[in-house]
């Protein structure tokens, strides 16, 4: 038995009706500021741990550790502004972080040239189910189930880095209803953007459309229905999500 395995970018969207035996996904895209055209989603890779006083409220050793990272799903972003309070959990918590979107990708990408492949950065929302992870985490299995849910990943329009600079310092901080919850600094990144562009580049190949959430300040909480999040990133517009 031969297998013919058929790239996506070599079948003309002509094509679609007739060669595929259901509808392809819609592509995922994220919103540019000030702009009408779209940034094309390929893969979400989120690293774990990235401030010290996040490490440690987790219960880990702040040392700088070699970095590890997840991936969520490209359709668990959203741009709505609104979180829908997930099934199967009580107690979601937010994590708020800046995103790098990568115009360029390619392996072993040295840290002297990982800023040339970023197209731009956003304000992010890395949702947890914090119970379900800590089920996961205790019976040493993968973390999906409390990272890769539907609507887990929202996020503000991308910025081009042409407007916004390759920011390395400036406050990140979290309110709810009005109350600080979470408060850092880029500065404070264990592994900043050219190292994590770099050290990701080693394991998998990059590519344009990529994005990279790259950690979250201490402070991390729970959230209820009704809840307000302001997630504020210095030199970025505040990113407003509503809990539903």
């Known amino acids: 038995m031969?297998?013919?395995?058929?790239?996506?970018?070599?079948?003309?969207?002509?094509?679609?009706t007739t060669r595929f035996v259901i509808q392809p996904p819609v592509a995922v895209a994220a919103p540019i500021k000030g702009s009408d055209k779209?940034?094309?989603?390929?893969?979400?890779?989120?690293?774990?741990?990235?401030y010290a006083a996040h490490a440690v409220e987790m219960g880990h050793d702040p040392d700088r550790e070699p970095p590890f990272f997840f991936q969520k799903n490209p359709d668990n972003l959203d741009f709505s502004g609104v979180f829908p309070y997930p099934e199967k959990t009580s107690d979601v918590h937010h994590e708020i972080e800046m995103v790098v979107a990568l115009k360029k990708g390619g392996t072993n990408i040295s840290k002297e040239t990982a800023l040339d492949h970023v197209y731009g950065y956003a304000?992010?929302?890395?949702?947890?189910?914090?119970?379900?992870?800590?089920?996961?985490?205790?019976?040493?299995r993968p973390w999906e189930i409390g990272k890769a849910f539907e609507r887990s990943a929202p996020m503000g329009p991308i910025v081009p880095a042409t407007e916004s600079g390759h920011p390395s310092a400036g406050e990140v901080k979290l309110t709810v209803n009005g109350n600080v919850r979470q408060t850092g600094d880029l500065n404070q990144l264990i592994w900043n953007i050219p190292e994590m562009i770099s050290y990701l580049s080693a394991y998998?190949?990059?590519?344009?459309?990529?994005?990279?959430?790259?950690?979250?300040?201490?402070?991390?909480?729970?959230?209820?229905?009704?809840?307000?999040?302001?997630?504020?990133?210095?030199?970025?517009?505040d990113f407003v999500v509503t809990v539903e």
């Open 204 to 237: 998998f190949e990059l590519a344009p459309g990529d994005l990279i959430f790259t950690g979250t300040p201490s402070g991390v909480a729970a959230i209820i229905k009704g809840d307000e999040m302001v997630c504020h990133v210095d030199g970025f517009d």
């Open 38 to 50: 779209l940034f094309p989603v390929r893969r979400v890779y989120c690293i774990g741990r990235n």
């Open 2 to 16: 031969t297998l013919t395995v058929i790239i996506l970018k070599d079948v003309s969207m002509s094509e679609n």
């Open 123 to 140: 304000v992010g929302l890395d949702m947890t189910r914090r119970d379900l992870q800590g089920e996961m985490k205790k019976m040493g």
